[in-house]
C-alpha cells in the first residue's frame, strides 16, 4: 500500500514539474516576444527576448524580505498558493495533447483555480501592511469580479450547448469540446452566437491577465506595483513565475474551447511525431492569440480607471455575451 502511494506521489511531482517547465517556460518566452513587439510596435528597441528569464534568475539569487508590521505566515504563504494554483491548472488544460486531470475535473474546477490566484495575490497583499498593497488588493478584487462574470457568461452558455450536442459527455467537460466544434453546434445563428462569445472571452484575458486598460491592480506610476510593492527575491520571482504559467493557462482554456483541434489528425500521423506536432501547433495558436489580446491591446491602449473597467466588463462586454447566448438558445429552439 505504502508502495503505491508513493509511486502515485511521485507521478503527481513528475506531472508538476512536466507543467512547470512547459508554462514556465513558454510564459517567459512569450513575456520577452511582448516587450519586444510592444516596443517595436511603439518605434523603440525593446529588451533581449530572454530578458525575462534574467529577471526571474535574478529574483531567485536574492533575499526575500517581510515587511516589519506584515503577517508574515500569510505574507509568504500567498505566493505558493498563487504558484500551486497555477500549476494546477495547467494539469487540467490540453496543450496540444490530453490534459493529465481530464477525467477528474471540468470547467468550474478551471474557473475557481484562475480565481484562486487572483485571491493569493489579494490575501497577499493584504498582510504586506501597505498602504500601496492594500488599494491594490481592493482594485484586484474589483477586477476578478468584473471579468470573471462575462467569462463565466462564455463557459455556461457553450456548456449548456454542448450538453445537447454531447449528451454522453459531461457538459462542463473540455472533453465535450474536444469531441465537437463548436463553430458548428448549429446553423447561421449558433455561428453568430459563437463568435460573439469568443470575443467575449478574448477580452476577458487583459483584465485577468491585468495589461493594457486593466493594469489598474498594479499601476506603476500610480501606486507602485500595487499588490506586489513590498515584495522581493525569490517571493517574487515566485509571483512572477505564476504570471507566465497564468499567461500559457488562460490563453490555453481559449484555444481549448474555441480550437482544439490539433494538426496530425489531419496529416493521419501517429506517434510521438505527432504529439510533438501537435504541442507545437498549440503554442503557436496561444502565440497567436496573446498577441492580439495582450500585445496589441497594450500597445495601442491607456489605463483605464476602475469603475470604467468594471463597466466595461459588466455592461459593454456582458452584453456582447448575453447576445451570443441569444443567438445561440434562438438557433437550438428554432431548428428544433
Known sequence: MLEIMEICLLTILGLLVISLAYSGFFGFLYMGIDRKLVARMQGRVGPQIRQPFRDFLKLCGKESIVPHQAISWLYEFAPILA??????????????????????????????????????????????????????????????????????VVIFGLAWRMSIAQPGIPAFSLLAFSAQNVW????????????????TALMCIPGAMRIGPFDIPEAKTEIAFGPFVEYSGRALATFSLTYAINLIAISSLTVAIFFPQGVSSFIALEGVGGVILDIIFHVVKIFIILFFTVSVVKTVTARLKITQAVQFYWFTLMSFGLLGLIFIMLDYYWVV
Open 83 to 152: 504558484l500551486s494554483s497555477a500549476l494546477t491548472l495547467m494539469l487540467y488544460i490540453p496543450i496540444g495533447i490530453a490534459p493529465v486531470f481530464a477525467h477528474f475535473g471540468d470547467l468550474i474546477v478551471i474557473l475557481y483555480l484562475l480565481t484562486m490566484i487572483g485571491i493569493a495575490i489579494i490575501v497577499g497583499a493584504s498582510s504586506s501592511s501597505s498602504l500601496f498593497g492594500a488599494v491594490g488588493a481592493q482594485r484586484a478584487m474589483v477586477m476578478i469580479i468584473s471579468y470573471e462574470v462575462p467569462l463565466a
Open 184 to 199: 458548428f453546434l448549429g446553423g447561421p445563428l449558433s455561428f453568430i452566437g459563437v463568435c460573439l462569445l469568443f470575443l
